[in-house]
């Protein structure tokens, strides 16, 4: 399932957005935003695979909204002018919906993303991180949970707990976010390895997580509840 956020100041286009993502069986739209500047908070505190950008806004256009965008996702962009094209192709956009677009067209961009997240996927399953003198690898599938603290972070997998001197943004760069969610301002989880979710927590092995009412809405999204 790929997650996507909605950026553009008009309030139909993000309409025909909805409609044509929830017909879709391999898309969640779990947000969307009028502006870039809100979009910029969102992805701050919950990455996603895709983002559905207009570039024509006021107060800051699509691609400015790009160059303060740390961690980037896939792009559609969706604009109603043809002449951004080359523009899209310069930031290794997978798709450009030219408006009005229909649902075939709609869903033939999605599936190019899909072919993008498929291939990202097969290039990358670890990442290095640093303990003194030596970089240590971890796998993706291993991590159960990640608790932030200042630049220090917890990493606990299923054989230990590591912790490099390292942000949630630093992470996130790494991770594929399709597997990883924020559940609260502190923590991370992998929710493949969630066994189950009660009075607010989430409970992998023995370890009980905080989700918090900020994250909770999304959360729940991701998982469907």
């Known amino acids: 399932m790929i997650t996507a956020i909605a950026i553009d ?7 025909v957005l909805k409609h044509h993502a929830s017909k879709s069986k391999n898309l969640e739209l779990i947000s ?4 870039g500047k809100d979009a910029l908070s969102f992805l701050q505190q919950q990455p996603v695979d895709l983002i559905f950008l207009d ?3 006021p107060h800051m256009s699509g691609l400015e909204m790009l160059q303060e965008l740390q961690l980037k996702p896939i792009l559609i962009f969706t604009t109603a002018y ?8 310069m930031h290794n956009a997978v798709d450009y919906l030219l408006k009005p677009f229909e649902y075939d067209r709609f869903q033939l961009a999605i599936h190019k993303a899909e072919e993008r997240i498929s291939s990202l996927k097969a290039q990358k399953e670890f990442f290095f991180i640093k303990d003194g003198f030596k970089n240590i690898k971890i796998a993706f599938e291993t991590i159960l949970f990640v608790k932030g603290s200042g630049n220090y972070l917890d990493i606990t997998t299923t054989t230990k707990t590591y912790s490099p001197r390292m942000t949630f943004v630093d992470l996130l760069k790494e991770l594929p976010v399709s597997e990883f969610v924020r559940i609260h301002q502190s923590y991370l989880i992998n929710i493949l390895h969630i066994d189950k979710i009660e009075n607010n927590h989430v ?9 918090s009412a900020s994250h909770k809405d999304v959360f729940f999204r991701r998982l469907n509840l």
């Open 203 to 211: 409970c992998i092995q023995e370890h009980k997580i905080p989700i």
């Open 32 to 35: 969307h935003f009028h502006n």
């Open 55 to 57: 570039i024509n806004m």
């Open 9 to 15: 100041d008009e309030p139909k286009a993000i309409d």
């Open 82 to 89: 043809s002449e951004f094209a080359v523009d899209s192709y």
